[in-house]
Each structure stands twice: as structure tokens, then as C-alpha cells.
């Protein structure tokens, strides 16, 4: 008897209409910064919400496109889980403005915020409803984040990086031989500190202070290690496609968090595998946190870059540290 799995039926993704340039921050900052970022992460522009845009507004665009290439109504979605650490508000969830906007009616919703590792983790916690109760048969999986909203624009170790966008995965119940295989998740929480938006909760609550610091924005403390990300990474990829049970030359992709283009091509050197096997979506897109992965993952299915038993590793990590790998078959 074939075990019930949970398949990815559909893709999608939404990026704000706003560009911006390397240019732009040349003029902004009064130096070539353009230069260093094309060279040595790959980005070239990124996309920036409006004023009256937020991040409900990208998670309800890429949700409808992802919708309508699956071929299902919102109205048929039993759960929508939002991965995101720029919510809508602190409460209620973004899931729930989602939700409704959607009209989702019978779906239930909830966020989850491990920054940039989210969409990865939410697609193992998916996956994993539907396994387990058969009243689960469409969940829908979001990616979103509009950091430009916590961006200092005069520090330029963080605005010319990090940028917005949403996208999503419409997972659904099969019999098939396809779908969720094998995931790790995994935690360094001695960087919680390192990196972050650290006023907004309880600790330190919103005030004129606080805001005439700049400690509600998004700041790098300190320099992460530079080795961290791929080592984490060459280990869970491993890890999960043994768990899986194939071998590292079966994949046929590998999704990462798109932070840095040299992390990417390490981890694929220390696998023995190429840069065909991934895609990338950071040179046009800048950083888009836990948005980038099933934003690059539905521009290759647009491509025609997957097909059908394809092996394909996620692999997400941010803020925290957290990391998320997970396997499926296409």
C-alpha cells in the first residue's frame, strides 16, 4: 500500500513593480558600491515595495498566481502557513489578512518566523500535515518578506542587499510515488544576537528613542564566519539525501538561501556538483530572506527546469542561526 505523501502541485511568486538600481545607492551613499556587488554577489537591481505596499499585498499576488496555475480555488485550500519575519503586524498573523483576501474559506492559517530558513521549514511542517491527517489535502506554503521597510538607508553593509518579494508552493495529497522524501532542521542559537531586528517585541518595545537610535531597523551586529553557511549546508544536503536514500549525484537541483553567490558555489564544490544544479534569482531580485528560495524554485519550474521524479534539495538558512534542508521527488 502506497504511503500518503505530499506532493508540489504548483509554483508561484510576486516581486514589487519598484526597481532599484546599484545605481541608485551609488548616488545614495557617494561611493561606487554598484561595482563590488556586481562583482562579487551577482546583483544588479532589486525590488522595493511602494509606500501603500506590505507584505499581505505580496503574499495575496503570488498566492493567487500559484492558485490559478494549480488549478484549484481558494476555497478548496485546507491550510495556508506564511514563513515570514516582516509580518503585516505583530498581531494578528499575515496568514490570516492572507486568508481572507483570499477567500479561503475553510482553511485554517498560522505564521512562522525562522527568518530566512522559513519557507523550507514551512514546507517540511506542510508536507507533514498532510501526511498526517486526511482531512489535509491542499496546503499552501508562502516565502514572503518586505524588509525595505526595516532598512537604514545610509548603512550600506544592509540596503544594498536585502530586498522584497513572495513566493509560494501549492502542496497537495498523493498516492504517488512523488513528493516530500526526507528533512533536517537545525539551530545555532549563540548567533541570536549577531543579526536582526531588535526592537518591535517585548524586550525592547517601539519608542521615540528607540527610533530615533535606529534600533527598529534591520542591523548586522557582527560578522558572521564566513565558512558557516556552507559547512551547514554541505552537512544537511548530505544528510537529508542519505536519509532519503540516494546519493548525492542523484539530485537533479538544489535551491539555496541566495545571501551569497560565493556560499552557493562552495557548497556545490564540496558536493562535486556544478552550477547547473541550482538556480539563482539574487542578481535581479537582490536578497529576498525567505521569500528567495520558492522565488528562484518558481522561475526554474517556469523555465521547465524540473521535471517530473526529479530529486530536488531545499536548503534554507537565516537569521537565529536556523537551517532547513529538505528533499522532495518532483
Same mark, same amino acid.
Given at each position: 500500500m502506497t504511503k500518503r505523501n505530499a506532493r508540489i502541485r504548483a509554483?508561484?511568486?510576486?516581486?514589487?513593480?519598484?526597481?532599484?538600481?546599484?545605481?541608485?545607492?551609488?548616488?545614495? @551613499?557617494g561611493e561606487d558600491v554598484g561595482?563590488?556587488?556586481?562583482?562579487?554577489?551577482?546583483?544588479?537591481?532589486?525590488?522595493?515595495c511602494g509606500p501603500d505596499e506590505s507584505t499581505a499585498d505580496l503574499v495575496e499576488r503570488a498566492a493567487k498566481s500559484t492558485l490559478e496555475k494549480g488549478g484549484i480555488g481558494a476555497d478548496q485550500l485546507d491550510l495556508i502557513i506564511v514563513s515570514t519575519d516582516t509580518p503585516e503586524f505583530v498581531s494578528p498573523s499575515t496568514a490570516s489578512v492572507v486568508q481572507?483576501?483570499? *477567500?479561503?474559506?475553510?482553511?485554517?492559517?498560522?505564521?512562522?518566523n525562522t527568518a530566512c530558513a522559513g519557507f523550507v521549514t514551512a514546507l517540511d511542517m506542510g508536507a507533514k500535515y498532510i501526511q498526517a491527517d486526511p482531512?489535509?489535502?491542499?496546503?499552501?506554503?508562502?516565502?514572503?518578506?518586505?524588509?525595505?521597510?526595516?532598512?537604514?538607508?545610509?548603512?550600506?553593509?544592509?540596503?544594498?542587499?536585502?530586498?522584497?518579494?513572495?513566493?509560494?508552493?501549492?502542496?497537495?495529497?498523493?498516492?504517488?510515488?512523488?513528493?516530500?522524501?526526507?528533512?533536517?532542521?537545525?539551530?545555532?542559537?549563540?548567533?541570536? =544576537?549577531?543579526?536582526?531586528?531588535?526592537?518591535?517585541?517585548?524586550?525592547?518595545?517601539?519608542?521615540? =528613542?528607540?527610533?530615533?537610535?535606529?534600533?527598529?531597523?534591520?542591523?548586522?551586529?557582527?560578522k558572521f564566519p564566513k565558512e558557516i553557511n556552507p559547512t551547514m549546508w554541505t552537512k544537511m544536503v548530505r544528510e537529508s539525501v542519505e536519509d532519503a536514500g540516494y546519493a548525492i549525484e542523484d539530485l537533479s537541483m538544489i535551491f539555496f538561501t541566495q545571501i551569497n553567490i560565493n556560499?552557493?558555489?562552495?557548497?556545490?564544490?564540496?558536493? *562535486? @556538483?556544478?552550477? =547547473?544544479?541550482?538556480?539563482?534569482?539574487?542578481?535581479?531580485?537582490?536578497?529576498?530572506?525567505?521569500?528567495?528560495?520558492?522565488?528562484?524554485?518558481? =522561475?526554474?519550474?517556469?523555465?521547465?527546469? @524540473?521535471?517530473?521524479?526529479?530529486?530536488?534539495?531545499f536548503m534554507g538558512s537565516g537569521g537565529g542561526l536556523a537551517f532547513a534542508c529538505s528533499v522532495f521527488r518532483w
Amino acid at each position: 500500500m502506497t504511503k500518503r505523501n505530499a506532493r508540489i502541485r504548483a509554483t508561484g511568486m510576486y516581486a514589487p513593480d519598484k526597481v532599484v538600481p546599484n545605481e541608485w545607492f551609488n548616488e545614495q @551613499l557617494g561611493e561606487d558600491v554598484g561595482t563590488w556587488l556586481e562583482e562579487n554577489l551577482t546583483i544588479r537591481e532589486r525590488r522595493w515595495c511602494g509606500p501603500d505596499e506590505s507584505t499581505a499585498d505580496l503574499v495575496e499576488r503570488a498566492a493567487k498566481s500559484t492558485l490559478e496555475k494549480g488549478g484549484i480555488g481558494a476555497d478548496q485550500l485546507d491550510l495556508i502557513i506564511v514563513s515570514t519575519d516582516t509580518p503585516e503586524f505583530v498581531s494578528p498573523s499575515t496568514a490570516s489578512v492572507v486568508q481572507d483576501r483570499l *477567500g479561503a474559506s475553510k482553511a485554517g492559517s498560522f505564521d512562522i518566523n525562522t527568518a530566512c530558513a522559513g519557507f523550507v521549514t514551512a514546507l517540511d511542517m506542510g508536507a507533514k500535515y498532510i501526511q498526517a491527517d486526511p482531512r489535509y489535502k491542499f496546503v499552501l506554503v508562502v516565502g514572503a518578506y518586505a524588509m525595505s521597510k526595516f532598512l537604514n538607508l545610509t548603512d550600506k553593509k544592509t540596503v544594498t542587499l536585502f530586498a522584497d518579494g513572495a513566493g509560494c508552493a501549492l502542496l497537495e495529497a498523493t498516492d504517488e510515488d512523488a513528493g516530500w522524501l526526507a528533512s533536517r532542521l537545525a539551530t545555532e542559537g549563540q548567533y541570536n =544576537e549577531w543579526m536582526g531586528i531588535y526592537a518591535g517585541g517585548t524586550r525592547t518595545p517601539v519608542t521615540p =528613542e528607540v527610533v530615533a537610535n535606529g534600533d527598529h531597523l534591520l542591523k548586522f551586529v557582527k560578522k558572521f564566519p564566513k565558512e558557516i553557511n556552507p559547512t551547514m549546508w554541505t552537512k544537511m544536503v548530505r544528510e537529508s539525501v542519505e536519509d532519503a536514500g540516494y546519493a548525492i549525484e542523484d539530485l537533479s537541483m538544489i535551491f539555496f538561501t541566495q545571501i551569497n553567490i560565493n556560499s552557493i558555489r562552495e557548497t556545490l564544490d564540496n558536493l *562535486g @556538483l556544478g552550477m =547547473e544544479k541550482t538556480h539563482t534569482v539574487m542578481d535581479r531580485y537582490g536578497y529576498t530572506g525567505s521569500a528567495c528560495i520558492p522565488m528562484a524554485l518558481a =522561475e526554474a519550474d517556469e523555465l521547465g527546469k @524540473l521535471k517530473r521524479g526529479d530529486l530536488v534539495a531545499f536548503m534554507g538558512s537565516g537569521g537565529g542561526l536556523a537551517f532547513a534542508c529538505s528533499v522532495f521527488r518532483w
